[in-house]
């Protein structure tokens, strides 16, 4: 295993155990507000009391007082529905000293900022930031949309917007000052540094928690999409300063930033090829041409994932225009089949080919699947442009799974979510009266993550679904009802709905605008012979 553990403790492995005296011997004098200094002892109530509360730090600072009643001591009975609301990654920082270690070929990006003002308000902190490469760094917009984009001189985190932060500040409880260790969310997969993989770092992150006597928590899902939200708070070692504790994370972080810029080697070849782990590119020249070629790609997805959805009527009744003639979407009011995951949707569906290489997946349950067989599994997918399947791969190594699912009878599918406790599943259903149905149908929704994510022994968790369009009543809607073969991924975002309703269902399409004329008015001829134009 890598160095991963460097960058966890960051200097601060030694200041436990060279500040606490270890003990086996749980606390039996009651409740105390007394920070424990043993890394071994069991924390009381109180003290349990004392780290959650510290957490607050984390939260949105209007949504305190509303979270209070669900964030008590027991850290586990935290509500995921208000997750959101806790942010382990700072979004600005008033700089204090910013100490910068590139890599040797300037694009790995490795810089340790101290900090004494943190989202607006005064806080003392330092955080490590690593970044896979330095063309993604952005500047956040100043002012309104008209005017330049600047960067904010002393504030690193408007300037750097990709960057995977570690952040480590003190905060005081009722007295008592308090260690708050974490690791945020980016728009991006993170990058925990040379060589160090996802599931390394948390491993490494939860023994380093553990190690301290801290109380951990886990805001996202583990190493899902190469990604991790995490918090740890403990207690300062007896006899050091505030000061001191941020000094030692410092130099820590200093020191791993020092030894991981040395290991990437420069640019000595003359036909260097760029790898962005952002995108489906090998070259920054070609990235333009490339990202054409997928948006044609998947505007020509008639069998795409929404339209998978959209033929349940899941979606139309709720499709029209708000008060500016801008395109609206939402789910029903049904929260159950609201989409709560990013990648819910997944990449593929289709109907478990009849192969003899299919045989062992005709178990309902989540499996890898070898990129060897993805073709065979999903042969349209395997038509995506540019690099292929391997486009398909933004941030490597990152490896494909799928979730079978057996049906007894017909039913169609989709996946609204992923967490800890297990996936869940929409089976939809014909309405009317139906006759008896046994035949076997198996399944496949194929999804695309880190090796490291967990997934495998979850639990699948149903809901039923029954869709009005798909009516036993009415055998013409029976004829129109595709709920098996293969459909595609289009775009991610409700917003590719309007794309994919204005392409096949154009008469819909204009008659929310008050039809052709009305159309015309808004959007100019042109617009309305070119759409018209389409298949």
């Not at 959650?52 to 008590?72: E, M, P, Q």
């Not at 943190?118 to 003392?124: A, F, I, P, R, T």
Request: aromatic share 14%; hydrophobic share 35%.
């Amino acid at each position: 295993m890598m160095r991963a553990n460097k960058i966890i403790v960051s200097g601060l492995a030694a200041f436990w155990v060279s500040c606490a005296e270890v003990s086996t011997t749980p606390d039996v004098t009651g409740a105390t507000t007394e920070p424990s200094t043993s890394p071994m002892a069991e924390l009381t109530e109180a003290q349990k009391t004392i780290l959650a509360k510290s957490l607050y730090t984390l939260v949105d600072s209007t949504k305190v007082d509303s979270l209070k009643a669900i964030f008590g001591s027991d850290i586990t009975k935290i509500d995921h529905r208000y997750i959101e609301y806790f942010n382990t990654r700072p979004y600005s920082v008033k700089n204090d000293q910013v100490f910068s270690y590139p890599s040797k070929d300037g694009r790995k990006v490795c810089d340790v900022v101290t900090y004494k003002q943190e989202n607006g308000k005064d806080q003392k902190g330092v955080f490590l930031a690593m970044s896979y490469d330095e063309h993604n760094h952005r500047c956040k917009w100043e002012g309104s949309k008209f005017e330049e984009k600047r960067c904010l001189a002393d504030d690193y985190l408007g300037t750097h917007r990709n960057e995977t932060v570690v952040d480590a500040k003190i905060t005081d409880v009722d007295g008592v000052p308090v260690v708050i260790k974490s690791i945020g969310m980016t728009s991006f997969n993170q990058f925990f540094g040379y060589g160090v993989s996802c599931g390394e770092y948390l491993k490494e992150f939860k023994q380093s928690c553990n190690a301290s006597n801290g109380l951990f928590m886990d805001f996202g899902d583990g190493c899902n999409m190469n990604q991790l939200s995490l918090a740890c708070a403990s207690f300062i070692p007896e006899g050091k300063t505030p000061d001191e504790v941020l000094n030692s994370y410092t130099e820590g972080y200093k020191i791993q930033c020092l030894e991981d810029s040395i290991k990437y080697a420069p640019y000595d070849d003359e036909n260097y090829v760029y790898h962005d782990p952002y995108s489906d590119s090998l070259s920054r020249d070609s990235l333009s041409r490339i990202g054409e070629l997928v948006y044609e790609w998947s505007r020509a997805q008639k069998h795409s994932m929404y339209a998978y959805r959209w033929q349940f009527s899941i979606i139309d009744s709720t499709v029209g225009l708000d008060d500016c003639n801008n395109f609206v979407y939402q789910e029903r009011e049904d929260d159950e089949i609201a989409l709560k995951h990013l990648s819910s949707l997944g990449y593929a569906y289709n109907t478990l080919p009849d192969t003899k290489n299919a045989d062992a997946y005709r178990k309902e349950g989540v499996y890898v699947l070898p990129d060897s067989l993805v073709a065979e599994f999903f042969p349209n997918l395997a038509t995506y442009p540019a690099a292929g399947l391997e486009g398909l791969k933004w941030y490597p190594p990152e490896i494909f799974y799928i979730i079978v699912l057996k049906d007894v009878g017909a039913k169609g599918h989709f996946v609204t979510n992923f967490d800890a406790n297990g996936i869940y599943v929409t089976d939809i259903v014909k309405s009317g009266n139906c006759p008896e149905d046994t035949t076997v149908h198996y399944s496949m929704i194929l999804l695309l993550n880190s090796p490291d994510w967990d997934v495998m022994n979850r639990p699948i968790v149903k809901t039923t679904y029954v869709s009005d369009n798909w009516n036993c009543d009415k055998p013409e809607t029976l004829e129109k009802i595709e709920p098996y073969g293969e459909w595609t991924i289009s775009f991610d975002g409700s917003t590719y709905y309007e794309e994919w309703f204005s392409k096949f269902e154009t008469d819909r399409y204009l008659e929310l605008y008050g039809g052709k004329e009305a159309f015309i008015e808004h959007f100019g001829e042109d617009r309305y012979l070119e759409l018209v134009g389409k298949e």
